[in-house]
């Protein structure tokens, strides 16, 4: 959950409660619990003891909490569909016209059994319902239709939450004010969203088309039968490939500067991964226009190296045009994300692989420092050791004494069983995280 503490259990079958929140007077639920471990506030530990076998709870709407007069600071437990969120209840009052910051609209959702507020609802819609509590800003999930997240936003009031913010605003300035947000908001989400209406699926679309026609020039620019095209205002066709590079560069510049008018943070803004992205892969071609122009002008050989220089490293550059496609791949994101939730075990793999390297690198050295000149340093040894762990193997290095090989092979041995054994527990988080986001 987002900032909030979230318990997954396996509650077993819901059974058919219909609609989202109707309960009928009473619902009948079974859960199995085990022993849980939630977090409070101050970075204490409490461990909840359940029964492991199968418990049936009675859920009432009219059971009240046996303390239902609270501080701001207690704990409160809310139960979506089998996962527990954890939060104060000062996070939740500061919405008195919602129905988790309303003391009486909350009131019937407690269960004594669970000593929790159980709603039957969307789970991946309520870790950003909490987080619209936590935070006092919208962030919609990932893969989940919106249509769905609108009902569950009404079920718990953040509707009327924005009707009576709205209603605050009185005088003329502060309407226009809201409706040059609105005009901003309408077109970020023409940008980002390309469900929100056919003209934003077609210019994600046309983005998409330029993306491929970019990448396809930076390829065949490689060619040699090809480059001069590219590169000297002499060629039969440089003229009509500058003007078609021209117009693409001018989308993506367009896209880019709307993007940062209408994003709704500025700061924010360059936090994003993709729009950092955006700008190195649209930064080469006007650093190239200039380099040009002061190469051009003038006969001095520093100025030439330099300019050689420069546009060298802008067609470096020009390569991250390819990543602009994660933007509109869903599954694609969804991999980052689970990527990124799975970095602590890839730092660790990193860790012990400069270990590992290190290591058995400096011993091969001693090994075969005395009769082998390919292994003369300790740094074209961990080059032999990653080369011989990874099992590629490029034959340009090898042991030649009986010892040294005999050490090879318990490297090449231990290396494989090395590298199986934190990838496991990487593609086990991986998997997880992917499947949960795709839900």
Known sequence: AMGGISNNH??????????????????HVTHKLSSENVCTGDGNTKLREYQDSALSVDIYKNDEPANHTSSDDDLVTINVSGTEFVTTY??????????????????????????????????????????????????????????VYAKEKEFFGLKREREEKNKIITNEEELRGSCIKHTRMKIHQFLQDPRSSQPAAFWHGLDIFFICISICFLIIESEPDFTEQFTSNK??????????????????????VIRLLTWPNPIDFWKNFFNVLDILSIMPFYVGLLANGVGSGGEDSG????????????????????????????????????????????????????IFVITFGSIMYYIESGSNNNF?????????????????????????????????AFVLTLG????????????SKFSFVYEREKM
């Open 10 to 27: 396996d509650h077993g079958n819901h059974g058919n409660h219909g609609n989202y929140g109707d309960y009928g007077g009473r619902d």
């Open 90 to 147: 000062s996070c939740l009052n500061r919405y008195p016209n919602t129905l988790l910051g309303s003391e009486e609209q909350r009131k019937p959702y407690f269960s004594a059994k669970l000593n929790a507020y159980y709603f039957n609802r969307h789970r991946p819609c309520f870790d950003s319902i909490l987080h619209f509590y936590q935070t006092g800003k919208e962030a919609p999930p990932l893969n989940v239709d919106p249509d």
């Open 235 to 256: 060629a039969k066709y440089f003229y009509v490939l500058f003007s078609i590079n021209c117009v693409i560069m001018g989308f993506f510049t367009f896209d880019f």
């Open 303 to 354: 100025v030439s190296t330099q300019h050689y220089v420069v546009l060298r490293v802008c067609r470096i550059f020009r390569i991250v045009r390819i990543f602009k496609f994660v933007r509109h791949s869903r599954d694609l994101l969804i991999i980052m994300k689970a990527v990124s939730n799975a970095k602590r075990e890839l730092v660790l793999l990193v860790l012990l692989l400069f």
């Open 376 to 408: 003369n340093s300790i740094m074209k040894s961990c080059w032999w050791v990653i080369v011989t762990i990874t099992t590629v193997g490029y034959g340009d290095m090898y042991p030649e004494s009986v010892g040294g090989k005999f050490f090879g």
């Open 416 to 427: 494989i069983v090395f590298l199986a054994l934190p990838m496991t527990i990487i593609v």
